[in-house]
């Protein structure tokens, strides 16, 4: 790609000639305002606040899609433009219920902090409309309040072009126009996926996870409950965000040590079940190519997808691993396994998971996810979640000691860990599967080829003799595209790892918010994934099957990966669903 | 010659005005009395204030006939017809003898509207006898390139008609030089500027002049598939066009292998489903592709990358109907009419407060004087001119000061109006200019998509600002924070119908500032239209007492004994007007 | 807001099931071709005389495309009803020059005679009534069309007279010709 030459404020760089003005000024150092504009999601140039001066362009640019030319001279900052980002804001908070003290999003909100920036006067265009809080809370993972909205439509493009559900879009037209569903519909009578990324990229407090802190406090102040807290391997990867801590910095240990301060009495990981599912869905892999069972087998980890699958593309419900996630198996174990052993009652047991993910919400009220008779997971909570937890017990994040899990549920492999990028859990089952049908040690458990940020990324080993194809994919447009490669006969594969969001867990709906201008410029996703790497190339148990935890569970409770009791604890059915 | 013709206008005004009653009145005569007399169908030509017109052509000479009801029918056909005896009183205009309509025609020159109200638009031959199709024949047989063709458009200096000015040359040769696989020419007649009805009597009246412009512009740019985006509040002028392109495949003159020439174009019809955002091109293009009709930002314009992101040439109706003349008679034909910068001729819409209303087509660079007060007619009932409103909702108005400005694109935008589609309405001393502006405006927050802060958010608050005004609770910071906001929405608003939603408030402030003033100021309305800020008054002098306004006031707001002056309570008053138009005295009076 | 849009429907009445298969002509004669959601939504709109929600249904599920998209094209465009209409849609229009000419007294005397607002439907199913934007016939206004019929230099008794001789021919039988 050749580069070119713009000056920005008089700064000169050099850009790749098909660099948009806004990330030239990036280069530059200047951060020009945006609030609709989203990086391979949304770029509509509909909020006006990236709006700047561009020689050989009429009128205004805006930086957002406006691609450079060479010798292009661009002014971000006069005083005539600094003076109608003002107006664009106070015409947005004009039609904006202010709630910021009470609102989740109070000191990380977008819209907030660029009024902030432009000192705006919040009452300059009141208008005569009446700002009550419009919720819609029939949906069990989130709370959207249209009185919040400012209209960016970045979750209506995540809906419907990278996740593919559509089941959000922009109803009426001018003033009246707003995100809802069709025929307004509550959303929880949609084909909405719970996936959560509307609320990820929702720059305000429109769209916010359902808060099930609630019930949690409730259950560690109740003397009757034992509790059991179980976050997932995307988790440690994500939490420091939420306290100021750079972008992938693994902070596992402060994480248990909060946990503990929290007041679970017992501390897990759910990357050991991680393992537990690479022992089950590895064997349920051999199996089905040993005995022309159906294939590709399809993970089952990502409750976005599996529901996704169950609208949309009911004909591989068969393909599906009958493994539950790892969040339900470890909740499953805890009320069976753990409480056997410690003498306790499933019903007095309360199993808490912190989850990168809002689908994990619908998740635990599936049908077949109760192994004991009660559900195996009581609530899940979003990394976001946790982190007002620790901040509302007064803990100080920054400064706790590392801790580690506890033990008998919360030793785990790299395998386990890495399950949170985009391409883990077929690593993690490769790991395992190579091995037993080798039948020696490998040399080199890295697999690298099902890394990494590609769209839909595909492999081919030989495993004694059998070549097996595998394939990964993240976010639903890229899955609907294999899996109808799949369907048409186009490709042919053994293995396929599917996760709903884009990028992997770590980019999943629960995860901490970041602004339009980090998410612009930094590969979350990458950033994130490659703490869970670099903790797994740390480590010396790096495959499942070695867990000597997980080895235990198999000799003095399960038998082994497959068994009859394996089966009715670990694994679930699914249902054919009706889109609307 | 040979027979005698009796023509009937038959188009949406004229139908409107009763024009189908007449014709059916005039085809039972000819059927009950055997009359041999050729009975034909005509569209509108333009004299609309005169509707419903009848033409008869005899060895004689042209009779048309303005005003023609059932009875007037039955009239004219009985002496004009019957006993050789034209009823010249009935006759507004004629080719033998002058009428007063002659103000209205004579200063006309009929380019786009050449064809209108003198064939029959459904009869394909009609065309074709009026050298329809003559353009294309001839570009087919003298081999004329591509090229040659663009460079005829871009030398008679013709520019877009549908409000944008743009060299429509240019325009096509932006999209010619694109390679591409699929190349489109979509005719935009989309026209939703109210007041506007330039483009449906090209439609309904002359179809297949825009269906040979289609064919010639796709031969330029090298697309074989237009579309014509018509809004569908124009029946009959979608009816016209189906008939007119079933007409053009069976006559090979779309489809497969025009003359000969291994061209091949076809066109498509796709209808608008009411939103006037349409009408700005992107979002037509993504109207026609099935979605929400929101404009896009531009670059990329629709030239290089357009419909389905192919190069994608959109014109206004009356821009093409240009088209066909222009390669005929030769571009230096067409550039010598009209002014340095605007050729040719422009049509426009004549409404409002105005003698003459209807269609007319001058040169540019006739002043608006002469179009309102000699073509026009002049202000009805004597009233006293005020403004003329061009370019709709995204215009501005005329005050009497600049009544000498040429009509012409830069002249117009340099006293902040602008061309506009042609709407031109007229606002006479009982128009109050806040409440114009305040109409328009509603229009545009009405219209407008949503999808950018300025508009979406900015001209409601606009708009409500002006509602206070008119209802009198509108304060002088007011008019310098509607100010400042207009000039806000003007540079950032995303698409051209935002960045004009404010012109009508600005232009109504430069021009009529002190309208205004008196609205913020003394919560008073001059023009006596803003109903929150009018009051009637009895007058104690004139009042007789007669007690028949306090009967027929439906609030109950007029109290007084008989033979005494009476008096209205400004509580209950609802400033219906009912007081007023019963006093036989002249004693209430509108302040 | 003078010019105002049908209201969405909000409950189904579930007396009247559309018999869909009067939309497969439509279906068929667009599936598969570009572009084709506002024609595939006008031609149902012309068969229901509203675009009931078995109707989107069938077409999404006939063509694939998604029904939120489809709803909210079908609300961004004024000419697409989701609530069933009365037999006759009278529509004044409020353009400028009909604005001008008091367009505003033929829609306050038409919801006085026939008791109903902007937007409603009369109880007898016969009428509702619509403000448009502009219906090109400037020259003669005010303008209001009921139908294919347009009506101009109206008055606001003018238009109701018009209204109620409507009434009158609907209420009447229908005339039987016998073929000679």
Same mark, same amino acid.
Not at chain 1, 482 to 493: A, F, N, P, V
């Given at each position: 790609?050749?580069?070119?030459?713009?000056?920005?404020?008089?700064?000169?760089?050099?850009?790749?000639?098909?660099?948009?003005?806004?990330?030239?000024?990036?280069?530059?150092?200047?951060?020009?305002?945006?609030?609709?504009?989203?990086?391979?999601?949304?770029?509509?140039?509909?909020?006006?606040?990236?709006?700047?001066?561009?020689?050989?362009? @009429?009128?205004?640019?805006?930086?957002? $899609?406006?691609?450079?030319?060479?010798?292009?001279?661009?002014?971000?900052?006069?005083?005539?433009?600094?003076?109608?980002?003002?107006?664009?804001?106070?015409?947005?908070?004009?039609?904006?219920?202010?709630?910021?003290?009470?609102?989740?999003?109070?000191?990380?909100?977008?819209?907030?902090?660029?009024?902030?920036?432009? %000192?705006?006067?919040?009452?300059?265009?009141?208008?005569?409309?009446?700002?009550?809080?419009?919720?819609?809370?029939?949906?069990?993972?989130?709370? @959207?309040?249209?009185?919040?909205?400012?209209?960016?439509?970045?979750?209506?493009?995540?809906?419907?072009?990278?996740?593919?559900?559509?089941?959000?879009?922009?109803?009426?037209?001018?003033?009246?126009?707003?995100?809802?569903?069709?025929?307004?519909?509550?959303?929880?009578?949609?084909?909405?996926?719970?996936?959560?990324?509307?609320?990820?990229?929702?720059?305000?407090?429109?769209?916010?996870?359902?808060?099930?802190?609630?019930? $949690?406090?409730?259950?560690?102040?109740?003397?009757?409950?034992?509790?059991?807290?179980?976050?997932?391997?995307?988790?440690?990867?994500?939490?420091?965000?939420?306290?100021?801590?750079?972008?992938?910095?693994?902070?596992?240990?402060?994480?248990?040590?909060?946990?503990?301060?929290?007041?679970?009495?017992?501390?897990?990981?759910?990357?050991?079940? +991680?393992?537990?599912?690479? !022992?089950?869905? %590895?064997?349920?892999?051999?199996?089905?190519?040993?005995?022309?069972?159906?294939?590709?087998?399809?993970?089952?980890?990502?409750?976005?997808?599996?529901?996704?699958?169950?609208?949309?593309?009911?004909? !591989?419900?068969?393909?599906?691993?009958?493994?539950?996630?790892?969040?339900?198996?470890?909740?499953?174990?805890?009320?069976?396994?753990?409480?056997?052993?410690?003498?306790?009652?499933?019903?007095?047991?309360?199993?808490?998971?912190?989850?990168?993910?809002?689908?994990?919400?619908?998740?635990?009220?599936?049908?077949?996810?109760?192994?004991?008779?009660?559900?195996?997971?009581?609530?899940?909570?979003?990394?976001?979640?946790?982190?007002?937890?620790?901040?509302?017990?007064?803990?100080?994040?920054?400064?706790?000691?590392?801790?580690?899990?506890?033990?008998?549920?919360?030793?785990?492999?790299?395998?386990?860990?890495?399950?949170?990028?985009?391409?883990?859990?077929?690593?993690?089952?490769?790991?395992?599967?190579?091995?037993?049908?080798?039948?020696?040690?490998?040399?080199?458990?890295?697999?690298?080829?099902?890394?990494?940020?590609?769209?839909?990324?595909?492999?081919?080993?030989?495993?004694? %003799?059998?070549?097996?194809?595998?394939?990964?994919?993240?976010?639903?447009?890229?899955?609907?595209?294999?899996?109808?490669?799949?369907?048409?006969?186009?490709?042919?594969?053994?293995?396929?790892?599917?996760?709903?969001?884009?990028?992997?867990?770590?980019?999943?709906?629960?995860?901490?918010?970041?602004?339009?201008?980090?998410?612009?410029?930094?590969?979350?996703?990458?950033?994130?994934?490659?703490?869970?790497?670099?903790?797994?190339?740390?480590?010396?148990?790096?495959?499942?099957?070695?867990?000597?935890?997980?080895?235990?569970?198999?000799?003095?409770?399960?038998?082994?990966?497959?068994?009859?009791?394996?089966?009715?604890?670990?694994?679930?059915?699914?249902?054919?669903?009706?889109?609307? | 010659?040979?027979?005698?013709?009796?023509?009937?206008?038959?188009?949406?005004?004229?139908?409107?005005?009763? +024009?189908?009653?007449?014709?059916?009145?005039?085809?039972?005569?000819?059927?009950?009395?055997?009359?041999?007399?050729?009975?034909?169908?005509?569209?509108?030509?333009?004299?609309?204030?005169?509707?419903?017109?009848?033409?008869?052509?005899?060895?004689?000479?042209?009779?048309?006939?303005?005003?023609?009801?059932?009875?007037?029918?039955?009239?004219?056909?009985?002496?004009?017809?019957?006993?050789?005896?034209?009823?010249?009183?009935?006759?507004?205009?004629?080719?033998?003898?002058?009428?007063?309509?002659?103000?209205?025609?004579?200063?006309?020159?009929?380019?786009?509207?050449?064809?209108?109200?003198?064939?029959?638009?459904?009869?394909?031959?009609?065309?074709?006898?009026?050298?329809?199709?003559? +353009?294309?024949?001839?570009?087919?047989?003298?081999?004329?390139?591509?090229?040659?063709?663009?460079?005829?458009?871009?030398?008679?200096?013709?520019?877009?008609?549908?409000?944008?000015?743009?060299?429509?040359?240019?325009?096509?040769?932006?999209?010619?030089?694109?390679?591409?696989?699929?190349?489109?020419?979509?005719?935009?007649?989309?026209?939703?500027?109210?007041?506007?009805?330039?483009?449906?009597?090209?439609?309904?009246?002359?179809?297949?002049?825009?269906?040979?412009?289609?064919?010639?512009?796709?031969?330029?740019?090298?697309?074989?598939?237009?579309?014509?985006?018509?809004?569908?509040?124009?029946?009959?002028?979608?009816?016209?066009?189906?008939?007119?392109?079933?007409?053009?495949?069976?006559?090979?003159?779309?489809?497969?292998?025009?003359?000969?020439?291994?061209?091949?174009?076809?066109?498509?019809?796709?209808?608008?489903?009411?939103?006037?955002?349409?009408?700005?091109?992107?979002?037509?293009?993504?109207?026609?592709?099935?979605?929400?009709?929101?404009?896009?930002?531009?670059?990329?314009?629709?030239?290089?990358?357009?419909?389905? +992101?192919?190069?994608?040439?959109?014109?206004?109706?009356?821009?093409?109907?240009?088209?066909?003349?222009?390669?005929?008679?030769?571009?230096?034909?067409?550039?010598?009419?009209?002014?340095?910068?605007?050729?040719?001729?422009?049509?426009?819409?004549?409404?409002?407060?105005?003698?003459?209303?209807?269609?007319?087509?001058?040169?540019?660079?006739?002043?608006?004087?002469?179009?309102?007060?000699?073509?026009?007619?002049?202000?009805?009932?004597?009233?006293?001119?005020?403004?003329?409103?061009?370019? #709709?909702?995204?215009?501005?108005?005329?005050?009497?000061?600049?009544?000498?400005?040429?009509?012409?694109?830069?002249?117009?935008?340099?006293?902040?109006?602008?061309?506009?589609?042609?709407?031109?309405?007229?606002?006479?001393?009982?128009?109050?200019?806040?409440?114009?502006?305040?109409?328009?405006?509603?229009?545009?927050?009405?219209?407008?998509?949503?999808?950018?802060?300025?508009?979406?958010?900015?001209?409601?608050?606009?708009?409500? !600002?002006?509602?206070?005004?008119?209802?009198?609770?509108?304060?002088?910071?007011?008019?310098?924070?509607?100010?400042?906001?207009?000039?806000?929405?003007?540079?950032?608003?995303?698409?051209?119908?935002?960045?004009?939603?404010?012109?009508?408030?600005?232009?109504?402030?430069?021009?009529?500032?002190?309208?205004?003033?008196?609205?913020?100021?003394?919560?008073?309305?001059?023009?006596?239209?803003?109903?929150?800020?009018?009051?009637?008054?009895?007058?104690?002098?004139?009042?007789? %007492?007669?007690?028949?306004?306090?009967?027929?006031?439906?609030?109950?707001?007029?109290?007084?004994?008989?033979?005494?002056?009476?008096?209205?309570?400004?509580?209950?008053?609802?400033?219906?007007?009912?007081?007023?138009?019963?006093?036989?005295? #002249?004693?209430?009076?509108?302040? | 807001?003078?010019?105002?849009?049908?209201?969405?429907?909000?409950?189904?009445?579930?007396?009247?099931?559309?018999?869909?298969?009067?939309?497969?002509?439509?279906?068929?004669?667009?599936?598969?071709?570009?572009?084709?959601?506002?024609?595939?939504?006008?031609?149902?709109?012309?068969?229901?005389?509203?675009?009931?929600?078995?109707?989107?249904?069938?077409?999404?599920?006939?063509?694939?495309?998604?029904?939120?998209?489809?709803?909210?094209?079908?609300?961004?465009?004024?000419?697409?009803?989701?609530?069933?209409?009365?037999?006759?849609?009278?529509?004044?229009?409020?353009?400028?020059?009909?604005?001008?000419?008091?367009?505003?007294?033929?829609?306050?005397?038409?919801?006085?005679?026939?008791?109903?607002?902007?937007?409603?439907?009369?109880?007898?199913?016969?009428?509702?009534?619509?403000?448009?934007?502009?219906?090109?016939?400037?020259?003669?206004?005010?303008?209001? !069309?009921?139908?294919?019929?347009?009506?101009?230099?109206?008055?606001?008794?003018?238009?109701?007279?018009?209204?109620?001789?409507?009434?009158?021919?609907?209420?009447?039988?229908?005339?039987?010709?016998?073929?000679?």
């Amino acid at each position: 790609m050749d580069k070119v030459t713009v000056k920005i404020n008089g700064i000169e760089v050099k850009v790749p000639a098909n660099a948009t003005i806004l990330e030239a000024a990036h280069e530059a150092g200047v951060r020009i305002p945006t609030l609709c504009y989203l990086k391979d999601i949304n770029a509509i140039a509909a909020c006006r606040m990236c709006l700047v001066q561009a020689s050989g362009v @009429r009128g205004q640019a805006a930086a957002c $899609v406006t691609q450079v030319a060479d010798g292009m001279v661009v002014e971000t900052n006069t005083p005539e433009l600094r003076e109608a980002r003002k107006k664009t804001l106070e015409l947005l908070l004009s039609n904006h219920r202010m709630d910021c003290l009470s609102c989740t999003r109070n000191g990380d909100c977008e819209l907030q902090a660029l009024a902030r920036e432009y %000192g705006v006067d919040q009452y300059k265009y009141k208008g005569s409309e009446d700002l009550k809080p419009q919720y819609e809370h029939s949906a069990p993972h989130l709370i @959207r309040d249209n009185s919040k909205c400012i209209l960016c439509r970045r979750c209506v493009a995540v809906c419907q072009h990278n996740q593919h559900a559509a089941v959000i879009g922009t109803n009426e037209r001018g003033f009246d126009t707003h995100v809802g569903c069709a025929f307004d519909l509550p959303l929880g009578e949609t084909s909405c996926i719970n996936c959560g990324q509307c609320i990820a990229v929702c720059p305000t407090g429109a769209l916010t996870e359902r808060d099930d802190t609630g019930p $949690v406090w409730d259950a560690i102040a109740d003397p009757k409950k034992h509790v059991i807290v179980a976050p997932a391997p995307s988790v440690r990867a994500q939490l420091g965000e939420c306290f100021g801590m750079p972008i992938g910095t693994n902070v596992e240990g402060k994480m248990v040590a909060a946990l503990r301060r929290l007041g679970f009495d017992k501390v897990f990981d759910v990357d050991f079940a +991680a393992d537990v599912t690479i !022992m089950e869905e %590895g064997t349920e892999l051999l199996e089905r190519i040993k005995n022309g069972g159906k294939l590709p087998l399809l993970t089952s980890c990502s409750p976005g997808w599996i529901k996704f699958c169950e609208y949309y593309y009911p004909e !591989m419900i068969g393909n599906l691993s009958s493994c539950k996630s790892p969040q339900q198996m470890l909740g499953a174990l805890a009320k069976t396994y753990y409480a056997e052993k410690e003498g306790l009652d499933p019903k007095d047991i309360f199993v808490v998971s912190i989850m990168p993910c809002t689908a994990k919400k619908f998740e635990c009220a599936r049908d077949d996810e109760s192994a004991a008779g009660v559900p195996d997971v009581d609530v899940s909570l979003t990394t976001r979640e946790l982190a007002s937890m620790i901040k509302r017990a007064g803990i100080v994040f920054t400064e706790l000691k590392d801790e580690k899990f506890d033990p008998i549920m919360g030793v785990a492999s790299g395998a386990g860990h890495i399950f949170g990028a985009t391409g883990g859990v077929m690593e993690a089952a490769l790991r395992t599967v190579s091995e037993i049908v080798n039948g020696k040690p490998l040399e080199n458990v890295e697999f690298k080829a099902v890394r990494g940020v590609e769209a839909i990324k595909e492999a081919e080993y030989d495993l004694n %003799g059998t070549k097996v194809r595998v394939a990964a994919t993240s976010g639903l447009e890229n899955a609907c595209k294999l899996l109808d490669m799949i369907r048409s006969g186009e490709k042919d594969y053994h293995f396929v790892e599917i996760m709903a969001c884009p990028g992997g867990c770590v980019n999943g709906g629960g995860q901490p918010h970041q602004p339009g201008y980090v998410r612009n410029f930094v590969d979350l996703s990458a950033e994130r994934a490659k703490a869970l790497y670099s903790e797994d190339s740390k480590m010396k148990l790096r495959k499942s099957h070695e867990n000597p935890f997980v080895k235990k569970l198999y000799e003095t409770y399960l038998e082994k990966p497959g068994s009859h009791k394996a089966h009715e604890i670990l694994h679930t059915t699914y249902v054919k669903r009706k889109v609307y | 010659m040979g027979k005698t013709q009796v023509i009937v206008g038959l188009g949406s005004c004229g139908i409107a005005a009763g +024009a189908g009653k007449t014709y059916e009145k005039i085809k039972a005569l000819k059927e009950a009395e055997n009359l041999t007399f050729e009975l034909k169908k005509t569209s509108c030509v333009g004299m609309c204030y005169r509707e419903p017109l009848v033409e008869i052509i005899d060895e004689t000479g042209t009779y048309l006939y303005g005003e023609i009801d059932e009875i007037r029918a039955v009239e004219i056909i009985d002496k004009h017809i019957g006993q050789q005896s034209p009823v010249k009183e009935y006759v507004v205009s004629s080719d033998l003898f002058s009428t007063p309509e002659n103000e209205f025609l004579d200063d006309q020159v009929k380019i786009v509207l050449r064809n209108c109200g003198r064939i029959d638009p459904e009869r394909i031959e009609e065309y074709e006898a009026r050298q329809g199709y003559d +353009a294309l024949r001839k570009i087919a047989t003298e081999n004329i390139s591509s090229t040659d063709v663009i460079q005829k458009i871009l030398d008679s200096g013709i520019r877009g008609r549908g409000g944008g000015g743009f060299p429509t040359g240019m325009k096509w040769k932006f999209a010619a030089n694109n390679v591409a696989d699929e190349k489109y020419i979509i005719c935009n007649a989309d026209e939703g500027d109210p007041g506007a009805f330039m483009d449906r009597s090209v439609l309904e009246g002359d179809p297949h002049a825009v269906l040979e412009a289609m064919v010639i512009a796709g031969y330029a740019i090298g697309a074989t598939h237009g579309y014509i985006y018509v809004r569908a509040e124009y029946p009959i002028a979608v009816k016209r066009l189906r008939i007119a392109i079933d007409q053009a495949r069976k006559y090979g003159l779309l489809g497969k292998n025009i003359f000969g020439s291994g061209f091949d174009f076809n066109i498509d019809i796709r209808l608008g489903a009411g939103a006037f955002v349409c009408g700005e091109e992107t979002a037509l293009l993504t109207s026609i592709e099935g979605n929400r009709g929101e404009p896009k930002n531009k670059p990329p314009f629709p030239a290089n990358k357009g419909l389905f +992101a192919q190069p994608t040439i959109i014109n206004n109706v009356e821009t093409l109907a240009n088209i066909p003349q222009i390669i005929l008679k030769g571009p230096e034909w067409f550039s010598s009419m009209g002014t340095e910068t605007s050729k040719g001729t422009k049509v426009f819409a004549l409404g409002g407060k105005i003698n003459n209303t209807g269609l007319v087509e001058i040169p540019m660079g006739t002043t608006l004087r002469k179009i309102l007060f000699e073509i026009g007619g002049g202000i009805p009932n004597g009233k006293k001119f005020k403004a003329a409103q061009t370019g #709709g909702p995204s215009g501005g108005c005329i005050p009497a000061q600049h009544l000498d400005t040429p009509i012409d694109y830069e002249s117009l935008k340099a006293i902040g109006s602008m061309m506009g589609s042609g709407g031109l309405i007229v606002m006479d001393e009982d128009n109050c200019m806040v409440d114009v502006a305040r109409f328009f405006l509603e229009f545009t927050v009405d219209e407008s998509c949503g999808k950018c802060t300025p508009c979406r958010i900015g001209t409601r608050r606009l708009l409500e !600002m002006l509602n206070k005004i008119t209802e009198g609770k509108g304060t002088l910071e007011d008019l310098d924070k509607m100010e400042e906001l207009c000039h806000y929405i003007q540079k950032n608003a995303l698409c051209a119908l935002g960045q004009t939603a404010p012109n009508p408030v600005l232009s109504t402030l430069k021009y009529f500032r002190d309208e205004y003033v008196a609205h913020v100021v003394d919560k008073r309305c001059p023009a006596g239209v803003c109903k929150k800020l009018v009051h009637y008054e009895i007058d104690p002098e004139k009042c007789k %007492g007669c007690t028949m306004c306090a009967r027929k006031c439906p609030a109950g707001a007029i109290s007084g004994n008989v033979k005494e002056p009476h008096v209205i309570d400004q509580n209950k008053c609802i400033k219906c007007g009912t007081c007023m138009e019963t006093c036989k005295f #002249g004693a209430i009076s509108k302040k | 807001m003078r010019i105002a849009r049908i209201q969405n429907q909000k409950n189904d009445s579930t007396d009247n099931i559309p018999d869909l298969e009067l939309l497969m002509p439509v279906i068929n004669k667009y599936k598969g071709r570009k572009g084709n959601l506002i024609p595939l939504l006008q031609g149902a709109q012309h068969i229901y005389g509203y675009i009931p929600r078995e109707a989107f249904e069938k077409i999404s599920e006939e063509t694939g495309l998604q029904l939120s998209d489809m709803y909210g094209v079908a609300t961004f465009y004024s000419q697409f009803r989701l609530k069933p209409v009365g037999k006759n849609i009278i529509k004044v229009c409020h353009g400028t020059a009909c604005h001008v000419q008091n367009a505003n007294s033929i829609t306050d005397a038409i919801q006085d005679a026939l008791n109903i607002k902007d937007t409603e439907t009369t109880d007898d199913g016969l009428f509702t009534l619509e403000s448009v934007a502009c219906l090109g016939c400037c020259s003669l206004a005010p303008v209001m !069309m009921i139908g294919d019929n347009t009506y101009g230099k109206l008055t606001g008794k003018e238009a109701v007279r018009i209204i109620k001789d409507i009434r009158i021919k609907e209420s009447q039988p229908a005339e039987v010709t016998i073929e000679k």
